[in-house]
C-alpha cells in the first residue's frame, strides 16, 4: 500500500510560495499605479500621440531700399511616417507607391523602406515638396493606396535674385544659406541666426488609426515667434553690377577668384561685398556635394600677403613719427643688402632710380625706398620693429573687424616683442611681405587712412526689423587728421604721377587714389614639400578711394585678383588683360554713379575736370 504523498510542511511551502508571489505582484503593481504611473502614462500617451515641432516664418534680407528681397521664405510641404502603424505588407505596399508617385530609384525606394522599418511614431520621408507631388500624395493618402503617411507644411528658404554670373544668386557669400534645419549657414544668414529664425510652434496631436496626425484637434504647447526681417546696407543694383565685373575680369584673367568690396570710409557701411566663381544659394546642398569651398568668403575668411599695398602702412608709420615727409629725398639702390650681408631685399625691376622724393618713392612702389623708411622709424631694428607692428594694430590687422558675418579671421601678424624681427623681417614687412591680411581688412585700414583718422566699424545690417542698429567706431586718433590728409595727397599723387596707372585708373570729374600691390605666392607643397614660389601666378591688390570733391573720399573699394596670369612677365612688369587698378576704376565709377546711394553734396567744391 502506497504511503501519503501530501504532507504539512509541503503544503505550508506552497502556500508561502503563493502568498509571496501574490504580493510580488501586488507590490509591481502598486509600483505601476503609484509610482511608475507617470512614465507609464507617457508611453501610452505617446503611442496615439505626435508632437510636432514647427517652425515659424524665418525673417526676410532685404537691400538697403527696403523694396529688393534678398532671401525669402516659401511654404512647401514635407512628407511624414508612422512605422509603428504599419504592417509588413502596408509597408511594401507604400513604398512601391512612393516609388512611382516620387519617381524614385532603388537606392531612394530603399532609404524610404528603411525609414518605414522600426517602430518609431514620427519619422520625416521627405523634404521640400512641391505643390504638384503633394497633391499626388494628398490622393494617394485619401484614395487609402499608401498608410502611415500624412503631409505636414514646411518652410523653405529661397533666394530670389540672380546673381552676377551663371548658376549664382545675388549677394551668395554674404547671405549664405538656410540648411533643412532651419539653421543659417555662412554669412548673414548665420551670424543673425537668432533675429531671423524667430521660436519655432510646438502642438501636440492624437493620430488617428492610420498614423496622422489630427492637427484640427492638436494642442498647441508653444505658439511660436515669426523671425524679424533685416534690412542690409547693401544696393541690390551695385551689388549686381561688381558681380558681372568680377565675373568678367576673372575669366579675363584666367584667376582662381576674384573680390571686390566697396564701403562708406566715413560709416563703415558695405555697399557691395562680392566673390567670384560664386554659388545659387537655392541649390546649396549639390555646392556642398560637388566644391563646399565655394561657401568660403575670402574677403572675411581667407587671408593672404598682400604686398605693396602694405606701403601705406609704412608711410603712415613714418609720418605720424616725423621721421620723413613726402617730399624727403632717400636714394633707391635697386638691392639693399640686411643683417650684415646675410640677406637683402631687390625692387620689383632690380635696378635703381637713384635719389628721389619719399611720395615718388611710394607712387614707383619702391621697396627698397619703403625697406630704409621702415628702418629708420626708431634708433634701432627693435624700436623701428615696435613702431611699424604698433601702426598694424592701430589699423586692425591682426584681429577680426567685426563685420556681422560669420566666419571671420583675424590674419597673421608677429609681434616683435616676443619674436624679434630681424632687418629682413623689417624690410619684407614695409612693403606686405610676411603677414596675411584679409581684404575687408585693408578696405577698413585704408577707411581710417584717408577719413580723417577714425577706425570705423565695418557692417552689412542697417536694421533689425524696425530697430536701427548703432555702430560706434572701432578707434579714434588711429592717425592725426594732417597726417590723414598727406596720405590722401599721397594717394592721388600714385595715380597722377605714374602713366601706366594714370591711364586706366583716373575717372574724369572725381578724385581718385590708391596703391596697388603684386605678391607672390608661396606654395609649401612644391619642391617634394620644401615649398617654392608659384610660378607664373600672382596675387594682384587695389585698395582706392573716390569722391566727389578734391581731397574728401566718399567711397573707398578694396579689389583682390588671386592667382591671376600674367600674359605679360618679364622683371618689374607683370600685366593681366584687367588690371586691379583697372577693375577698381570700374567698380568705383558703378558705385559712385549709383543713384541715391551717396547723401547729396550741399556745398559743392569746384571739381578737378582737367584729368
Avoid at 16 to 23: C, D, P, T
Avoid at 114 to 138: C, F, M, N, P, W
Avoid at 341 to 369: H, L, P, Q
Amino acid at each position: 500500500m502506497l504511503g501519503r504523498t501530501d504532507s504539512r510542511r509541503r503544503l505550508l511551502v506552497m502556500l508561502g510560495v503563493f502568498a509571496f508571489g501574490s504580493l510580488a505582484l501586488t507590490a509591481r503593481l502598486a509600483y505601476w499605479q503609484v509610482i511608475d504611473q507617470s512614465r507609464l502614462a507617457a508611453e501610452a500617451v505617446g503611442q496615439i500621440t505626435v508632437t510636432i515641432d514647427t517652425p515659424t516664418r524665418r525673417g526676410d534680407i532685404f537691400d538697403r531700399t527696403g523694396t529688393v528681397v534678398l532671401a525669402t521664405t516659401v511654404q512647401r510641404d514635407r512628407l511624414v511616417g508612422a512605422p509603428d502603424q504599419l504592417t509588413p505588407d502596408q509597408r511594401r505596399e507604400t513604398v512601391a507607391q512612393l516609388k512611382t508617385i516620387l519617381q524614385l530609384d532603388e537606392a531612394d525606394a530603399i532609404a524610404i523602406r528603411d525609414k518605414l522599418t522600426g517602430d518609431a511614431g514620427y519619422v520625416v520621408l521627405r523634404h521640400g515638396l512641391d505643390r504638384e507631388t503633394s497633391k499626388r500624395i494628398q490622393t494617394a493618402i485619401d484614395a487609402k493606396d499608401v498608410v502611415g503617411l500624412s503631409l505636414e507644411p514646411e518652410p523653405e528658404r529661397v533666394y530670389p535674385q540672380a546673381g552676377g554670373g551663371p548658376k549664382s544668386t545675388l549677394a551668395a557669400h554674404l547671405l549664405g544659406f538656410v540648411n533643412r534645419d532651419g539653421v543659417g549657414q555662412y554669412g548673414v544668414e548665420q551670424h543673425y541666426q537668432a533675429s531671423l529664425a524667430g521660436e519655432p510652434s510646438i502642438i501636440v496631436a492624437e493620430r488617428d488609426a492610420g498614423g496622422q496626425a489630427l492637427l484640427d484637434e492638436a494642442t498647441i504647447t508653444q505658439p511660436g515667434q515669426r523671425g524679424t526681417d533685416l534690412m542690409l546696407t547693401i544696393d541690390a543694383g551695385l551689388q549686381l553690377r561688381v558681380e558681372q565685373e568680377l565675373l568678367a575680369a576673372w575669366i579675363a584673367d584666367n584667376a582662381k577668384r576674384v573680390s571686390a568690396v566697396v564701403l562708406d570710409p566715413h560709416t563703415g557701411e558695405v555697399y557691395a561685398m562680392a566673390t567670384y566663381p560664386s554659388y545659387d544659394a537655392n541649390d546649396y546642398r549639390q555646392v556642398a556635394t560637388d566644391d563646399p569651398s565655394r561657401f568660403i568668403d575670402p574677403l572675411v575668411s581667407a587671408v593672404y600677403e598682400p604686398g605693396s599695398v602694405f606701403k601705406m602702412m609704412t608711410a603712415a608709420a613714418a609720418l605720424t613719427e616725423g621721421t620723413v615727409t613726402t617730399k624727403t629725398l632717400i636714394k633707391d639702390t635697386g638691392t639693399l643688402p640686411l643683417d650684415g650681408g646675410r640677406a637683402k631685399i631687390d625692387d620689383a625691376d632690380r635696378k635703381a632710380m637713384g635719389w628721389m622724393t619719399f611720395e615718388d618713392a611710394i607712387a614707383y612702389s619702391r621697396n627698397v625706398v619703403a625697406a630704409k623708411v621702415a628702418l629708420g622709424l626708431g634708433r634701432n631694428t627693435r624700436q623701428s620693429s615696435a613702431t611699424l607692428y604698433d601702426m598694424w594694430l592701430r589699423l586692425g590687422y591682426g584681429v577680426p573687424t567685426g563685420i556681422d558675418v560669420s566666419g571671420e579671421v583675424g590674419g597673421i601678424v608677429r609681434d616683435p616683442a616676443i619674436n624679434p624681427w630681424r632687418e629682413i623681417d623689417l624690410a619684407n614687412g614695409a612693403f606686405g611681405q610676411g603677414v596675411a591680411v584679409t581684404p575687408i581688412q585693408l578696405a577698413m585700414a585704408f577707411a581710417s587712412l584717408v577719413n580723417g583718422g577714425t577706425l570705423v566699424q565695418p557692417h552689412v545690417v542697417r536694421s533689425i526689423g524696425d530697430l536701427e542698429v548703432a555702430h560706434d567706431p572701432r578707434a579714434l586718433g588711429v592717425v592725426d587728421p594732417k597726417t590723414s590728409a598727406t596720405l590722401v595727397g599721397m594717394m592721388q599723387h600714385v595715380l597722377k604721377e605714374v602713366p601706366f596707372y594714370r591711364d586706366r585708373t583716373l575717372v574724369r570729374g572725381y578724385d581718385v587714389g590708391g596703391k596697388t600691390g603684386t605678391a607672390q605666392i608661396w606654395d609649401p607643397t612644391a619642391d617634394k614639400g620644401r615649398g617654392a614660389w608659384k610660378r607664373n601666378l600672382f596675387n594682384y591688390s587695389f585698395v582706392g578711394y573716390i569722391g566727389r570733391q578734391p581731397g574728401i573720399p566718399d567711397l573707398v573699394a578694396a579689389i583682390q585678383i588671386e592667382e591671376g596670369t600674367p600674359t605679360v612677365a618679364r622683371v618689374g612688369h607683370l600685366e593681366m588683360p584687367v588690371m586691379s587698378f583697372e577693375l577698381f576704376r570700374r567698380i568705383a565709377t558703378d558705385a559712385i554713379t549709383t543713384s541715391d546711394l551717396l547723401p547729396t553734396i550741399l556745398a559743392t567744391a569746384p571739381r578737378n575736370d582737367e584729368r
